[in-house]
């Protein structure tokens, strides 16, 4: 599956919704815990868009699948609350 590129918006609202005791959200740090109980830090700077090598690195660092993120970047966009 190709991966699509990620604004600051999209890549918080996913830490967001896949991650748990977040603290930074709105900088360019954000640490936290994924899914699965383990810490993760990711470094994000707001002026610019994630390409697909930083999404896929992002998704292993908060325990995502691909195809748990394309079911919530498309419902997203399909639901028109993006």
Not at 61 to 67: C, G, K, N, Q, S
Request: one cysteine or more.
């Amino acid at each position: 599956m190709k991966l699509p590129s990620l604004t600051f918006k999209e890549w918080q609202a996913l830490a967001r919704d896949f991650g748990t005791d977040l603290r930074g959200l709105g900088s360019p740090i954000v640490v936290g815990r994924n899914r699965r109980g383990l810490p993760f830090t990711i470094h994000y700077h707001p002026g610019r868009r994630l390409d697909r090598r930083e999404v896929s690195f992002i998704l292993k660092r908060l325990a995502v699948t691909p195809e748990e993120f394309a079911e919530w970047y498309y419902g997203k966009r399909r639901c028109g609350r993006r």
